[in-house]
């Protein structure tokens, strides 16, 4: 990483591919020209919280109407691409325009603004564009647009432009500079902590994954009178120069973003929430949180190892030559529980225990009727989470016939598929919390596991759920299931029923290995081509990329799997995702390959991150309330049937009835009563946001917002 001055390359590259999709180089703007005529220098505001609402002298006039909608003009670039992922992911309603579709609608006077009761009405309350001459400087659009944004003070985003006069920077040729910025160091400026990135620690490394691709591309130029500079990087010649900043001039404020990006990109989803902040003025519809949350499969059962002779894992049904046994198992002992434990208080994280209670009993059966193992869990297990994962670990789907490979469901003469009984089924939940209970764990009986995510459909040999599966939940009061995002990555219903699925990520850390040198062998068999030795998986899979080379055994788990698994586990986080990630026992085990992978994600986590964004660690349970809640929402906003708006401080949000409304607001936020207010939200990130309803005999939620 290169946190030293940036210096001008000699030749500019001509490409800036982002990671995943592509990024221009240069954005869609007019010629090099001088500042905009007619546009008066103002100082921009130092802090978001001084935009929420109007001033004194304003509210004294007739408030306008503002709608909690933003209008999206969309030119298929990677950067509007961004911005539009970030407000679906958080819930923020949204209008599209298409600038390249013909039949798109105009943006004249009557398109953004009208009247309702009397009182003028400004129907979107941000505007994003691609950048800040989409429509043309001096066309009939841009001007009505201008107009709009003057009159009901809408801040507008610049989703990707350049450096140059006419979004109050100086060229980049006059002590600025452009290229490639991969790897490079950005710092938040004091006015973007105290205004919408008020929530990032204060350095931001842009991505550099592939040397051989030019990632990000970026201009960074010098701030002119009313530009506010909220991100920047050193330059030649001393100074700094700004990538993200505020440009206030003409009574319009924008955003003005001068790198290329993606959805996909950390320094993106990074800046992501203060984009959106800026652009609502603080005040939205939706909320996001950074979500980590990992599962501990197969707790006090040993997991089957890797043959790295075989390329294959003895006692799958696959492995031919195996056996029919596991050979040499992975299981966790009571020094590595011990560990755990220890691990888990230095760096501030739980784990949630997946446990199978049946295992643990037989491997002491097995074993001299003694476990320290379970001994040592039991006596921490006030320190975990624990979701049931039934008692015995079967597979609780059809019955298996494993006299083919691939195996299949079984069948009876009629052709029936024959499946694992629902009091089989219940009895192994059953068994598995009343032993747990036993031990005196706390154990939550709405949460599940199946082992295997089984009784669940699995493609493509089990296309639909074991119908005795809904009725076996039911009897045991499941109201979650756990269930695998590689395969379903979207909540559903189990069955006619209550319960529905929690989409779990599976880290890319094997259950079957013990060891770097195991889990490199595997990964290399997986991800390196026929040529190379490898499976030739990545070959076939339109899906997966091969290796250039096989990675070393000795090295190549810590050099290259545990930071790529560790980038995919962040971009989760960052993305307003709370599904949790799952491993296996097996991977605290012997080399206790996890950690490095977990450390690795908090300590960036908490580099990028001031102390106002702490991670959320939700149980199961509290991930599937948030799915269902924000499915509910997505319908209800798709449907149109959600009003909201706000009026000078009054923001008054209506939807259906059962449906529960995401909100973020401003520090010092107040929700009416029915006799008075309490305060709105939870802190989160320097605001205040919640799921809430209206309250007692009331058929909208109204807030009342901090005077500015």
Known sequence: MDSGRIRTPRTAPRTAAGARTGARTRPRTGPRTGPRTGRIAALA????????????????????????????????????????????????????????????????TAFLSDSVDGRPRAKYQGIVLPHESAFGPDSAEATALQAYERTFGIPQVDAYTWAHPGVGL???????WSGVLDGHRAD?????????????AGALTFEDNDPSISESYGYAGRPRAGYTSYLDVPVDGGGRASLVGE???????????????NQYQRQFRALARGIVDW????????????????????????????????????????????????????????????????????????????YNGGQGEQWKTEHGGADALTDRLVADRAQYRWINHTYTHPFLGCLQDNAVVPWQCAKDTAGNTLWVSRSEISGQIRDNHNWAVGKGISVDRSELVTGEHSGLKTLPQQPVDNPNLAGALADNGVKWTGSDNSREPQQRSVGTGTVKTVPRHPMNVYYNVGTAAEMT???????????????????????????????????????HIVPQEARTALSHVLGNDPRPHYVHQSNLAEERLLYPVLDRVLADYRALFAANAPLVNPAQKDVGTELNRRAAWEQAVAAGKVTAYRIGTTVTVKAPSGVTVPVTAPEGTRKKLLLGSTAFGTAYAGTRSAWTTPELLQTAVTLTLPTA
């Open 247 to 261: 440009y206030a001039a003409d009574g319009r404020r924008e955003l003005v973003v001068t790198f290329a990006y």
């Open 45 to 108: 505001a130092a802090a978001l919280l001084a935009t929420v609402v109007p001033s004194a002298q304003a509210v004294a006039a007739t408030a306008p109407r503002v709608d909690l909608t933003v209008l999206v003009v969309d030119d298929g670039g990677s950067a509007v691409g961004a911005i539009t992922a970030e407000l679906q992911g958080s819930g923020v309603p949204y209008r599209r325009i298409d600038l390249d579709d013909p039949n798109r609608p105009v943006l004249d």
């Open 170 to 176: 100086d060229y980049t040729d006059q002590g600025g």
């Open 188 to 200: 938040v400026t004091t006015a973007g902590q105290a205004g919408p990135f008020r929530y990032l």
């Open 279 to 354: 652009l609502t003025q603080g005040v939205h519809l939706g909320q996001s949180r950074n979500y980590l949350s990992v599962h501990v499969d197969d707790v006090f059962a040993p997991d089957a190892r890797w043959d790295p002779a075989l390329n294959c894992t003895p006692g799958d049904f696959d492995c031919v030559g195996g056996g029919d046994d596991a050979v040499n198992p992975i299981r966790m002992t009571a020094a590595d529980a011990e560990y755990a434990a220890a691990w888990q208080k230095s760096s501030g994280f739980t784990l949630d225990m997946v």
């Open 521 to 559: 062998d595997e990964y290399n068999w997986i991800y390196t081509s026929r040529a190379d030795g490898g499976s030739g998986i990545c070959e076939s899979n339109p899906a997966s990329t091969c290796l250039p080379a096989p990675l070393p055994t000795a090295t190549g788990y810590a050099d």
